[in-house]
Every structure is written in structure tokens, then in C-alpha cells.
């Protein structure tokens, strides 16, 4: 199941907790592991190489992330996605990114700036390539950015949580039915907010909270059209 990526690791005894949930976080999100897949415990011992105390670290680290739910006397399942989940997620998380955004407008280095402008370009040039893949890494990368410039230590992990599992819903459904050309309106406009001096952060903020709740409606639209199959 994980075997090779296993067999590349150098594991480090005092952060094996850690290193176990970033390869198990990572098999979810790219829907290796399956939504109400089992992780057994002995199997992933003996995958790993290690033993029970920092398996089940990982696991307790993986159900705050909203990954997995531990069941006493049962065992730990990957969480499967439910509609109520994205409902609850996305009003949340928009409303945390606009903060996010508001607060980095003055805190924002011309370092930042320039990368954020970079990966503009890249999701450009995948757009034009038909490269889903690359268009998502990047677009990742650019909302990391602002996030990060904000500064706000509780809010980046507090959304590192929500992304996390607003993007693992739409990558295990195999979806983004995107609509590339008003996405990329939407992150230039986002980045010239950031480029401009005179830009209101509250207007950034409501545009980065729009931004993100406008995907929401498509994205039910796709789970209700899939599951009629």
C-alpha cells in the first residue's frame, strides 16, 4: 500500500509520530487511502518498522486534523466525505482566509509580493496546458502565501486544518469541473489588492471571502450529479 514510499524514509526516532502522519495525511488527501478505509494497526507497524506508541501518535494527530475518527474497541477509519462536512467547512474558511488576507495587506514583504506574482504566472501557464495538477499545486502555494504574510500564528493553523480538508473533498471526488478563466480573474484581482498602495483591506477581505464560498455551489452541484451516477 505504502511500501515505496517507505523504503525512501530515514526515519529520526524522536519525530516518528510526526513523520508517520505527513506520509498518512499525504496517502488520504491523494486518495490512496480511501474514505472508511481501516488503517490496521499491525499492518502499519509492520509497513513502518516501528512500534504501537508512535503509530497511535499519529493517528490522534490525524483526527484533529479532521482525517481520520477513532473508534474505541473498533479502530481508526479514514473519514469519509459527507456533504455536511463541505457545507460547514467552506462559510468557515472564507471568512477566516478574507481575515487572513485583510491582515496581510500591511504586513506583506516585496519578497512575498514577488513570489505571490510568480505563482500567478505559473497557474497561468498550466491553465493553458490543460495541467490540473500543476494549476492546483501553485494555486495552493499562492493562498499560502497571503496566509503566511498575515502573520497570525492561530489563524494559519486554523486554516491549515480547514484547506486541508476542503481540497482533500474535491481531489477524492476526482473533481475540479473548474472554470479556469473567472478563477484566474479572480487571483490576479486578489493579487493586484496586494500589488496596489492604496487598496482597502476590507475590501480585500470580502473579495478573498466571496472568492472562496463561490466555490461552494459547484462543487454540491458535482457530489449531487455524482451520486444520481
Same mark, same amino acid.
Request: no cysteine; aromatic share 10%; net charge neutral.
Given at each position: 500500500?505504502?511500501?515505496?514510499?517507505?523504503?525512501?524514509?530515514n526515519f529520526?526516532?524522536?519525530?516518528?509520530?510526526?513523520? %508517520?502522519s505527513?506520509?498518512? +495525511? /499525504?496517502?488520504?488527501?491523494?486518495?490512496? *487511502?480511501?474514505?472508511?478505509?481501516?488503517?490496521?494497526? &499491525?499492518e502499519l507497524?509492520?509497513q513502518?518498522?516501528?512500534?504501537?506508541?508512535?503509530?497511535?501518535?499519529?493517528?490522534?494527530?490525524l483526527?484533529?486534523?479532521?482525517?481520520?475518527?477513532?473508534i474505541?474497541?473498533?479502530?481508526?477509519?479514514v473519514?469519509?466525505?459527507?456533504?455536511?462536512?463541505?457545507?460547514?467547512?467552506?462559510?468557515?474558511?472564507?471568512v477566516?482566509?478574507?481575515?487572513?488576507a485583510?491582515?496581510?495587506?500591511?504586513?506583506?514583504?516585496?519578497?512575498?509580493?514577488?513570489?505571490?506574482?510568480?505563482t500567478?504566472?505559473k497557474?497561468?501557464?498550466? %491553465?493553458?496546458?490543460?495541467? +490540473? /495538477?500543476?494549476y492546483?499545486?501553485?494555486? *495552493?502555494?499562492?493562498?499560502?502565501?497571503?496566509?503566511? &504574510?498575515?502573520?497570525?500564528?492561530?489563524?494559519?493553523?486554523?486554516?491549515?486544518?480547514?484547506?486541508m480538508?476542503?481540497?482533500?473533498?474535491?481531489?477524492?471526488?476526482?473533481?475540479?469541473?473548474?472554470d479556469?478563466?473567472?478563477?484566474?480573474?479572480?487571483?490576479?484581482?486578489?493579487?493586484d489588492?496586494?500589488?496596489?498602495?492604496?487598496?482597502?483591506p476590507?475590501?480585500?477581505?470580502?473579495?478573498?471571502?466571496e472568492?472562496?464560498?463561490?466555490?461552494?455551489?459547484?462543487?454540491?452541484q458535482?457530489?449531487?450529479?455524482?451520486?444520481?451516477?
Amino acid at each position: 500500500m505504502l511500501s515505496g514510499t517507505i523504503k525512501q524514509l530515514n526515519f529520526k526516532p524522536s519525530v516518528l509520530g510526526e513523520q %508517520v502522519s505527513t506520509i498518512l +495525511t /499525504k496517502a488520504i488527501l491523494d486518495d490512496t *487511502l480511501k474514505g472508511g478505509q481501516q488503517l490496521v494497526e &499491525a499492518e502499519l507497524q509492520k509497513q513502518f518498522g516501528i512500534s504501537r506508541s508512535p503509530l497511535r501518535e499519529a493517528f490522534r494527530d490525524l483526527e484533529k486534523k479532521g482525517l481520520v475518527v477513532i473508534i474505541p474497541r473498533r479502530g481508526t477509519f479514514v473519514k469519509k466525505v459527507i456533504r455536511q462536512d463541505i457545507q460547514e467547512i467552506f462559510p468557515v474558511r472564507a471568512v477566516l482566509e478574507g481575515l487572513a488576507a485583510k491582515e496581510a495587506y500591511n504586513k506583506m514583504s516585496d519578497k512575498e509580493l514577488k513570489r505571490m506574482g510568480e505563482t500567478l504566472q505559473k497557474m497561468q501557464k498550466a %491553465v493553458k496546458r490543460n495541467d +490540473t /495538477k500543476t494549476y492546483w499545486e501553485n494555486h *495552493l502555494i499562492f493562498h499560502d502565501i497571503f496566509i503566511g &504574510a498575515s502573520g497570525n500564528v492561530t489563524l494559519i493553523d486554523l486554516l491549515e486544518i480547514l484547506r486541508m480538508n476542503s481540497h482533500r473533498y474535491r481531489f477524492s471526488h476526482q473533481f475540479y469541473l473548474e472554470d479556469f478563466e473567472k478563477s484566474m480573474a479572480d487571483h490576479k484581482k486578489i493579487y493586484d489588492f496586494f500589488a496596489s498602495s492604496d487598496s482597502d483591506p476590507d475590501e480585500i477581505a470580502k473579495f478573498v471571502q466571496e472568492h472562496i464560498e463561490s466555490a461552494l455551489a459547484p462543487f454540491l452541484q458535482y457530489l449531487e450529479q455524482s451520486e444520481k451516477g
